[in-house]
């Protein structure tokens, strides 16, 4: 390990959900490009959920940073939180490997969407991007940092 690298390189912040109190629907974050990281870790963060509220949360691959020929990756996506389970204020995680893309039809990035139903709650969600393919990784832009401290 060198300890000249911060974790905030080794742990990017590749894209991000921002914490928001959202209606019923879909929100997705930026596409990551795989060929960047070898493993990326989405963190989906529950709120408050709305009375008889659902979130689902998946992460989905695409053929380019537009989000081409977007679907589904297989096994990539969490338990649905409820209200009724009392699931406010907990989160989910899901793994991902680049190996587990369906890079033999040239899937190369990843998103992860989270589904609000039922009534409006409070959620976000962020994906750290691991195993940077050359040091120091710095995420490609995706995400807006005001600061990093050392």
């Not at 019923?24 to 963190?43: H, K, L, P, R």
């Not at 537009?66 to 899901?94: E, P, R, Y």
Request: charged content about 20%; aromatic content about 4%.
């Amino acid at each position: 390990m060198n300890t000249n690298i911060l974790p905030s390189n080794r742990a990017v912040l590749a894209a991000r959900i921002d914490p928001d109190a959202y209606t019923t629907g879909d929100e997705s974050s930026g596409w990551v490009d795989m060929a960047v990281f070898e493993n990326i870790q989405a963190i989906v963060c529950a709120g408050t959920l709305g009375a008889s509220a659902t979130l689902d949360a998946k992460l989905e691959q695409a053929t380019n940073k537009s989000g081409g020929s977007a679907k589904d990756i297989t096994g990539k996506a969490i338990t649905q939180l409820t209200k009724a389970s009392g699931q406010d204020d907990v989160q989910a995680i899901i793994n991902c490997r680049s190996d587990e893309l369906d890079t033999n039809n040239g899937f190369t990035h990843v998103r992860l969407t989270m589904t609000v139903g039922t009534a409006t709650s409070d959620a976000g969600a962020v994906i750290l991007g691991h195993d940077a393919r050359y040091q120091p990784a710095d995420g490609g832009g995706a995400v807006d940092i005001s600061e990093v401290v050392a």
